[in-house]
């Protein structure tokens, strides 16, 4: 297995494991619950996504960093459906309800 992508909030790496399965890679996701255990992030059980072949592995990274692009320059804020609060652009959950972006 070939680690591309690792982040403390498990809603991105999902976010970035369902495009990659989009896009016909397989992929497997580790450290998935770990990052509940304990309140202190801990790079090292971090949620992070793996391929199963390093062939895809350049495609993966190619995917993963044409997003991190566009949700770095999507500069509009959303609002939240739960609660109405305004949410910067760069977060995909609610800070105030912790809703996931819909
Ligand atoms: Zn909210």
């Known amino acids: 297995m070939y680690e591309v ?3 403390w909030d498990t809603s991105t790496v999902g976010l970035v494991n369902g495009l990659l399965q989009d896009a016909g890679v397989r992929t497997v996701l580790r450290n998935w619950d770990a990052c509940n255990i304990t ?3 801990i790079p090292a059980i971090y949620p992070n996504v793996c391929v199963l072949r390093k062939e895809d592995s350049d495609r993966a990274k190619d ?3 044409a997003f991190l ?3 770095a320059t999507t ?3 959303w609002i939240c459906h739960e609660c109405g609060e305004q949410v910067e652009s ?3 959950e609610c800070w105030q309800c912790s809703t996931v972006k819909g």
Do not use: A, M, T
């Open 5 to 7: 992508f690792r982040h």
């Open 39 to 41: 309140e202190i992030p």
């Open 63 to 65: 995917i993963i960093s």
């Open 69 to 71: 692009k566009s949700s």
């Open 75 to 77: 500069g509009e804020p």
């Open 90 to 92: 760069n977060f995909l």
